[in-house]
């Protein structure tokens, strides 16, 4: 059985950290890990990705601020969120691909002016 879920979530104030940790388990040869995000009445972006091979993928608007990893285990990934934003607010999921995509239930940010 698949599960992939998120954790790390929290409120911050504008300017601070957080970080964001994602485990899929239940899943064997991940080609790819991601974290999306959703705020109120937006559709869900792609925030970052990273590939089995390393490669990685950031929307413009997180660039410079925002760094994807992966742990020792292929199945975990980090968010480290620096200089956060009010508009960083949302909804954060993670998305593991293999042959499907399977997707967490979210995590909420929420960053206060």
């Known amino acids: 059985q698949v599960h992939v879920v998120e954790s790390g979530g929290g409120l911050v104030q504008a300017g601070g950290s957080l970080r964001l940790s994602c485990v899929a388990s239940g899943i064997f040869s991940i080609n790819a890990m991601g974290w999306y995000r959703q705020a109120p009445g937006k559709q869900r972006e792609l925030v970052a990705a990273i590939t089995s091979g390393g490669d990685t993928n950031y929307a413009d608007s997180v660039k410079g601020r925002f760094t994807i990893s992966r742990g020792n285990a292929k199945n975990t990934i980090y968010l480290q969120m620096n200089s956060l934003k009010p508009e960083d607010t949302a909804i954060y999921y993670c998305?593991?691909?293999?042959?499907?995509?399977?997707w967490g239930q979210g995590t909420q940010v929420t960053v206060s002016s």
């Open positions: 998305r593991a691909t293999m042959i499907f995509d399977y």
